[in-house]
């Protein structure tokens, strides 16, 4: 049996992840593997559930601390519901945003102190860390622009110098851990981007 591999997919807003993560599903199951598509915040009943509350921009009034905490109840139901037994069987988990949203969003967006988001990262994770994170990297203007066109969510009304700072921690993170968290171009052609993001996860398949 295939050993199971964890794969998360990170970005600012409006940088086409939910359109990579079709094509990504695609790719990985053509090489014959179950792929488990995921989403954060997300998966399961409840987390779906949580995720109602932290997109809502009926609350406005939401604490850091009260979102950060959401962010990790969300997680960690989906990490021990959904991801620790569907990598158990030997499946391909690609998860759209993990912990290192929370990084870039709690910690680089809105300023918490960075050791203790790390700190809840671990527990809200239940101490999953990821195989391979990409990183798909567009000029924030530009994906800012796309993911408010038809309107903007809580965190996305938080405007574009937030987009900005979430960027920049995305980038010291990739810096931080390079064997785990690639960067990729997501500018140009979506089939060219899913090759470059192919090409960053071939020595996963090797088991
Ligand atoms: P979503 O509509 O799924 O955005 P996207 O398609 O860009 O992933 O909304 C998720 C929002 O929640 C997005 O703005 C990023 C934010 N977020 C955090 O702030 N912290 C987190 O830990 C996670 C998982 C998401």
């Not at 990985?28 to 995921?38: D, H, P, Q």
């Not at 990183?135 to 900005?164: C, H, I, K, S």
């Given at each position: 049996?295939?050993?199971g ?79 620790e037994p569907a990598l158990a069987r030997g499946a ?116």
């Open positions: 049996m295939a050993r591999v964890f794969i998360t997919l990170e970005g600012a807003d409006g940088c086409g992840k939910s359109t990579q993560a079709s094509l990504l599903e695609a790719a990985i199951s053509a090489k014959g593997r179950e792929v488990v598509r995921l989403r954060e915040p997300g998966g399961t009943a409840i987390s779906e559930k949580i995720r109602g509350l932290l997109l809502d921009p009926a609350n406005a009034e939401m604490v850091p601390e009260c979102e950060l905490l959401l962010y990790e109840a969300s997680r960690a139901q989906l990490t021990r519901q959904v991801i391909a988990v690609l998860c759209d945003r993990y912990y290192d949203s929370t990084y870039a969003y709690q910690a680089g967006g809105r300023g918490l102190d960075e050791t203790l988001v790390r700190q809840f990262n671990v527990l809200g994770s239940c101490g999953r860390v990821p195989d391979r994170t990409i990183v798909l990297d567009l000029d924030p203007a530009l994906g800012y622009a796309r993911a408010t066109a038809g309107g903007a969510d809580r965190m996305e009304a938080e405007g574009l110098a937030f987009q900005e700072r979430v960027r920049n921690a995305y980038l010291r993170l990739a810096a931080e851990e390079p064997a785990r968290v690639r960067v990729v171009d997501a500018s140009g052609e979506k089939n060219e981007v899913t090759a470059r993001i192919m090409a960053a996860l071939e020595d996963l398949w090797v088991s």
